[in-house]
């Protein structure tokens, strides 16, 4: 509704015209210019001064004053003209600016094929990243839906060293661990299609639902489908957000696997990718029917505990290696929960009824 309210009070701004600086000229402002006009004139006769004065004064203050006010109603006839100019030109460039607003809001608002498109590539030719992609996008303004194909780096680019500060040595540079990597990568990949989705819905009003399809190069195999819905999105704090936890409040297709502590992403054959996909949507999970997220696509193989969570668990369980590995790595990216494989959720439950 925040758009259809600025196409309500959209209003079109009228020039604002200027005054004439210069009041009409008085009889008796007139006079006292010829007074001092005649002062000067008869300065060195002392006598009958006054007199001569003041017929100075009758003798020429009609004709003065006429002067003055034919002198004064030109300038103004010419001022108004000059504003008439003004007026007519200003309010021109504002109707055109009006319109061009209005046909931007009811555009947005609207979703028509080709402005969504054209906002589309608006992006994708102003898009920074640390890496190249190939992008692919579908929509229509039936659908209300803007699928996009990704085709990732070989190289997510994520970095193998980090910075490390002790007391003694100051900031040091050390290779990071492979689950570091491995977990890095995987936010890499998340993190990117909540960035492409939030993007998408910044094009128009009519885009209710984003989908972002990620492949590996050549498109052999694929990463991860999820779709996004709008009135959700809207309500996330992206700033706050954990994506491999927030991935599962989406309808999503992708093989998650933890590996010593990390969140990977294992790669999905073409044909069971596009077949999974299918098949959410032949299930009404999707858009297509305009149902909300109700499921995924399977059954999870991982839980997303608070940290706190993880710790009892860890301290409570004799063989906690792998939920050790985990809460370091989460500690260490400064994450507030733990990503750990499913079992943990049971272990959870019942630690938490005989305590």
């Not at 004439?20 to 010829?34: C, D, T």
């Not at 909540?194 to 910044?202: I, P, Q, S, V």
């Not at 052999?220 to 706050?240: C, M, S, Y």
């Not at 994450?335 to 959720?345: D, N």
Request: aromatic share 10%.
């Amino acid at each position: 509704m925040y758009f259809e309210n600025l196409l309500t009070q959209l209003g079109q701004k009228k020039y604002s015209r200027k005054r004439f600086g210069f009041a009409k000229p008085q009889k008796k402002e007139v006079k006292a210019l010829l007074e001092e006009e005649a002062k000067f004139l008869f300065e060195s006769e002392a006598n009958e001064r006054d007199k001569k004065v003041a017929d100075y004064v009758s003798t020429h203050l009609d004709k003065a004053f006429n002067d003055r006010q034919k002198q004064w109603l030109r300038l103004a006839d010419f001022f108004e003209k000059l504003e008439d100019y003004n007026e007519a030109k200003q309010n021109h460039t504002y109707l055109e600016a009006f319109l061009e607003e209005k046909s931007k809001l009811e555009k947005h608002i609207s979703g028509e094929d080709d402005y969504v498109m054209a906002g589309v590539s608006a992006i994708f030719s102003n898009l920074r990243l640390p890496y190249d992609l190939k992008l692919n996008v579908e929509y229509t303004k039936r659908n209300r839906c803007v699928a996009l194909d990704v085709e990732l780096p070989f190289d997510m680019g994520v970095p193998a060293i980090k910075e490390v500060y002790t007391a003694r040595l100051g900031s040091t540079y050390k290779d990071k661990l492979q689950r570091e990597i491995t977990q890095e990568t995987t936010d890499s990949i998340l993190s990117l299609a909540y960035y492409l989705a939030g993007l998408m819905f910044t094009v128009s009003v009519n885009v209710c639902y984003v989908q972002v399809a990620m492949w590996k190069t050549g498109h052999t195999e694929g990463q991860l489908w999820v779709e996004f819905e709008r009135d959700r999105f809207a309500a996330l704090n992206i700033k706050r957000i954990a994506p491999d936890a927030d991935i599962y409040n989406w309808t999503h297709v992708m093989n998650e696997k933890m590996v010593r502590g990390a969140m990977r992403l294992e790669s999905i054959r073409s044909t069971t990718f596009t077949t999974s996909i299918k098949n959410l949507e032949d299930g009404g999970v999707t858009h297509s029917n305009f149902i909300r997220p109700t499921k995924p696509m399977q059954k999870p193989t991982t839980c997303v505990l608070t940290m706190d969570d993880a710790i009892m668990i860890r301290d409570n369980i004799a063989d906690n290696q792998e939920i050790t590995e985990a809460i370091e790595l989460a500690d260490s990216q400064s994450k507030q929960s733990v990503v750990l494989p499913i079992k943990y959720e049971k272990i959870l439950s019942e630690l938490k009824k005989t305590n």
